[in-house]
């Protein structure tokens, strides 16, 4: 497992692009860019868009998909992130907070799957 700092590219199941995830400023950092902790899940703060949705459970998307008579209609993308990521690590933590892995995931109230596609480093592994 690798440690997930600023920097790190993130994707949703349901989003068309990828993102960059932004951990809240802290003392912690690792290879000069600001670590992560499960708690970087804030929608917007944290999680940025993924530009447009796809997901039917977005009430955005299923309106606009019923106006288009059925066609899945993609909206931007809000993220509504409600709980950490998981798991998280078992060993390293910053400020008594587990430490992001790239293991990780986090759920959008969507039905979307976020995960970790780059940590944003190499150097820094946790076991």
């Known amino acids: 497992m690798t440690l997930v700092v600023g920097g790190a ?9 990828p993102a960059t995830l932004i951990p809240t400023p802290g003392t912690v950092t690792a290879t000069e860019m ?6 970087d899940f804030a929608p917007m703060e944290n999680i940025p868009t993924f530009a ?13 998909t019923s ?5 899945l209609t993609p909206m931007p993308c809000v993220p509504v992130t409600v709980a950490p990521w998981s798991p998280g690590s078992a060993t ?18 969507w039905g979307g799957m976020i995960s970790i596609g780059s940590a944003g480093q190499e150097s820094v592994s946790i076991s």
């Open 52 to 64: 447009m949705c796809m997901s039917p459970a977005n009430p955005e998307v299923a309106a606009a």
């Open 92 to 109: 390293v933590t910053i400020g008594e907070i587990p430490a992001l892995t790239d293991d990780s995931t986090c759920t959008c109230a």
């Open 67 to 71: 106006a288009a008579q059925g066609v």
């Open 9 to 17: 590219t993130i994707a949703c199941t349901f989003g068309v692009a």
């Open 34 to 39: 600001p670590a992560a902790t499960i708690m």
